[in-house]
Each structure stands twice: as C-alpha cells, then as structure tokens.
C-alpha cells in the first residue's frame, strides 16, 4: 500500500544480486577450498604463490577463481610490484550468513 512506510534492510543484509553472486561462486567446489585455505591462514594477506602451490593449480586457473570471488565481493586483491595477494573479506562472509540466516530461518 501506498501509506504504509517502506522496509528498510539491516545494514549489514546483502541485496539478493549480492547474495547470488556469492551463491554461485560458493557453488564451485575449487573456490570452497580456496576460501577454507585463506580462512585458516594466520596472517590477514594469503600470496598467491603459496595458494597455487597449495592447491597445485595452474596460474591461470587460479587466477580465474579468485576473479570469480572478487566479483562476488569475498576477497579483496592488493598488488606489490608483480606480487599479488588476497584477503578474505570475512565481513561479506559474516554478511551472508546473516542474510541467509534471516531470509531462510
């Protein structure tokens, strides 16, 4: 109805494109194991190299992978003359959670 206020979304709620993105590139079996390896690490930056050496994957498949999750917004990319390093994104991981929480429970 027209007088009736709109619903506004918690702030920390991902909009549904969001959440999709992120289902899709959650659905790919390879890049679960790429955000579980990153999750485990101690430090806040895992190198690519040693996530390539790990997961014993070509650069090109690697580099495909974690394109696809930077798109969903679950890791962010940060570069160092030709070194390139990622980071879990585990407020957008904390989001989605959240969201699925409250949209499905």
């Known amino acids: ?56 994957i070509s650069p090109a498949t690697l580099s495909h992978h974690m394109r696809e999750l930077r798109l969903a917004g679950l890791v962010s990319e940060s570069r160092e003359g030709r070194s390139v390093s990622y980071e879990l994104c585990r407020d957008v991981v904390e989001s989605y959670t959240g969201t699925l929480h409250r949209d499905l429970l």
Do not use: F, V, W
């Not at 590139?25 to 390896?37: E, T």
């Open 1 to 56: 109805m027209a007088d009736e206020p709109e619903r506004t979304r918690p702030a920390n709620t991902l909009d549904e494109k969001q959440m999709l993105l992120i289902a899709r590139a959650l659905a790919d079996p390879r890049r679960y194991s790429i955000l579980k390896q990153m999750a485990c690490q101690t430090g806040p930056c895992t190198p690519c190299a040693s996530m390539r050496d790990c997961l014993e």
